[in-house]
């Protein structure tokens, strides 16, 4: 399991690479989520960790879902690890966590059998 303070980092990492893909300035970030720009340059530093709340409000200001903001502890596996710690601040209890996690378990077995589904569509509609 990655520690609170690696996985802040990685995710602060994560969200300053986004920012800089999109061209918006730590200043506008941070005044669109409501943070003063010291505030939100110590989240992408991961010197402070964040909530979903938090974590949600960055996403819509650069155009990418909250998954898009957690980086992959491993790129060949699912990450639920990443998605636990994020579920934390949220104040839900250990059983809605788990049904949360189970959900997303659910979304990501749906998503992997559509990609197989239209993989293999293109694949038709080539020959």
Do not use: C
């Not at 602060?12 to 061209?23: D, E, N, Y």
């Not at 990450?79 to 659910?106: C, H, N």
């Amino acid at each position: 399991m990655v520690s609170d303070e690696s996985m802040a980092r990685r995710i602060g990492s994560r969200i300053r690479a986004l920012r800089r893909r999109v061209g918006l300035s730590a200043d506008v970030v941070a005044e669109r989520v409501g943070l003063s720009r010291s505030q939100y340059l110590r989240l992408e530093s991961g010197v402070v960790g964040m909530t979903v709340q938090r974590l949600v409000a960055v996403a819509d200001v650069l155009g990418v879902t909250l998954r898009d903001l957690i980086p992959p502890e491993n790129p060949d596996a699912d990450e639920p690890d990443a998605f636990e710690w994020a579920l934390r601040g949220t104040g839900l209890s250990a059983q809605d966590r788990k049904q949360v996690m189970d959900y997303i378990r659910i979304l990501r077995q749906l998503r992997r059998e559509q990609a197989r589904e239209h993989g293999s569509e293109d694949a038709d509609a080539q020959d």
